[in-house]
């Protein structure tokens, strides 16, 4: 009797353990998944390798020291490359960039081997794309460096990112658009690594992440931010970006409120090290910086 017992105990045990193992994972609520599914429209060359802007009738793009405007043939129709002119504090770098209300928002600082200090935020003209005027950076919010910066529409605020890691990469930092006054930081949970670009679309706040690494043929990613009032905020993987001609540095980002295209910056060929470039891949005799865009098709 004994025996039996154990017999039953024995296969109970198993088959508890059986329907553990093979049990089905939770499905992902809705809002843990990604909101587009994004097909490959095609890609441009361009001459700045920063950020990537558009009013839907230009298309705006940054180099780390210049800033170029085209038209949407790919065409370049007018070049600033000394966009430093006026800025009260010395800058030498220039990341993600965005455009509201015909004003080119920037994202500036002294950037040297992977660090970042002196950040600017400056309004400069659409149309000339000289400096109109600049915002306050708040010293006391912890950011130490900047990667991007983007408008909220619908809130009438900006927002800036930082590619460092530690404290400073972890949080999103608002500010009014309307006075400039720094307004909060939310947490990002999990933290994407060496965040690139920021756009604001929908009620969702977007980052590109450069967290391939390119020796290793490894891609770089998408990520959605659903911002609240609450202190924190989800990350969710949007794309990871798979059709590149080749891996190399992911940068800035951007809908176009057009067509409702996303357009995403890339460059390949340089070695990076630590934000800055050291030679270049075999088979390249200069860096190539392009613009790829992408269908956002909502999934149902």
């Avoid at 009438?156 to 999103?172: A, K």
């Amino acid at each position: 009797m004994l025996k039996r017992y154990a017999v039953l105990l024995v296969v109970l045990s198993l088959s508890l353990f059986a329907t553990g193992a093979f049990a089905k994972e939770a499905p992902k609520k809705m809002s843990e998944l990604p909101t587009y599914d994004y097909n490959l429209v095609g890609s441009f060359e361009v001459k700045g390798r920063q950020g990537i802007a558009t009013d839907g009738e230009f298309y705006y793009v940054s180099g780390s020291k210049a800033l170029y405007k085209y038209d949407k043939t790919g065409k370049l129709l007018l070049a600033n490359e000394n966009p430093f002119e006026g800025y009260a504090i010395a800058s030498n770098h220039i990341g993600d960039i965005d455009v509201f209300n015909g004003e080119v928002f920037v994202s500036a600082e002294n950037f040297m081997d992977g660090v970042g200090k002196d950040i600017q935020i400056a309004i400069h003209d659409a149309e000339t794309l000289k400096l109109k005027r600049t915002f306050k950076f708040e010293p006391s919010s912890g950011q130490e460096e900047v990667s991007g910066i983007t408008v909220d529409r619908d809130k009438r605020t900006v927002w800036m990112c930082s590619w460092v890691g530690e404290e400073s990469g972890r949080y999103l930092y608002e500010y009014s658009l309307d006075t400039g006054e720094y307004l909060r930081k939310i947490h990002l949970q999990p933290v994407p690594q060496w965040v690139q670009g920021i756009f604001y679309y929908k009620g969702s706040i977007y980052l590109t992440a450069d967290d391939g690494t390119a020796d290793l043929d490894e891609p770089d990613h998408l990520y959605r931010v659903d911002v609240s009032d609450n202190s924190f905020a989800t990350v969710v993987l949007e794309k990871t970006f798979t059709e590149v001609k080749k891996q190399g540095e992911i940068e800035g980002l951007t809908v176009d409120p057009k067509t409702g295209e996303l357009l995403v910056h890339f460059n390949r060929g340089a070695r990076i090290v630590l934000g800055m470039g050291k030679g270049l891949y075999p088979g390249y005799t200069k860096e190539i910086s392009e613009v790829y865009t992408y269908k956002m098709v909502p999934r149902k």
